[in-house]
């Protein structure tokens, strides 16, 4: 596995999550909850967000959006 596919894959609470994009705890569950954010979840635990998925995310915010 290469570095950067390894950071991808790292898992990050909810609160970094939150911290990093500077938005409340309850912002990130509603992201998760209407799917704009994935997460995983391991047993009853809270959800985690892999990095490419944070990254994914903020991606998909840009305005204008990015041609393709």
Do not use: N
Not at 1 to 29: G, W
Not at 33 to 50: D, F, K, M
């Amino acid at each position: 596995m290469t570095k950067d596919r390894h950071v991808a894959e790292q898992l990050l609470r909810v609160d970094e999550v939150a911290e990093f994009l500077a938005v409340s705890r309850r912002s990130v569950y509603r992201l998760v909850q209407s799917g704009q954010l994935r997460c995983v979840r391991v047993g009853a635990a809270s959800p985690r967000i892999r990095v490419g998925d944070l990254i994914a995310f903020i991606e998909s915010q840009r305005y204008p959006p990015a041609s393709t």
